[in-house]
């Protein structure tokens, strides 16, 4: 059974930055699409960006991470991580770690992870 933890969630200032990381055990999943979501108060899950090994480490972001956010896997450890910069006030939310069982492209959907982690709050203050 996979097993996703994030961690590095916390209180920031707007325009700093923050690094998640989402610990994999369980099973190899870093070579598969994996992507980070986010949920806001009120607000559905909402992809942030992902990536997957089998083509050439392709990343995708939505267009409001697109240049403040990237995304980095450690396949050896079994990581990922979101490396968040430039923070604004409207990234506040609970950030999800997701793994899929497809490999060949980025979904940007939640049905199609198959794990996910408890989630870590990043919240940005002004």
């Known amino acids: 059974q996979v097993q996703l933890v994030e961690s590095g969630g916390a209180l920031a200032q707007v325009g700093g930055s923050l690094k998640l990381s989402c610990a994999a055990s369980?099973?190899?999943?870093?070579?598969?699409?994996m992507a980070w979501f986010r949920q806001a108060p009120g607000k559905e899950r909402e992809f942030v960006g992902g990536?997957?090994?089998?083509?050439?480490?392709?990343?995708l972001f939505a267009d409001s991470a697109k240049g403040r956010f990237t995304i980095s896997t450690d396949n050896a450890k079994n990581m990922l991580y979101l490396q968040m910069n430039n923070l604004k006030p409207e990234d506040t939310a609970v950030y999800y770690c997701?793994?899929?069982?497809?490999?060949?492209?980025?979904?940007?959907?939640?049905?199609?992870?198959?794990?996910w982690g408890q989630g870590t709050q990043v919240t940005v203050s002004s």
């Open positions: 990536t997957t090994y089998w083509i050439q480490r392709r990343q």
């Open positions: 369980g099973g190899t999943v870093t070579s598969n699409a």
């Open positions: 997701a793994a899929s069982r497809l490999r060949l492209r980025v979904p940007q959907v939640p049905l199609d992870y198959d794990y």
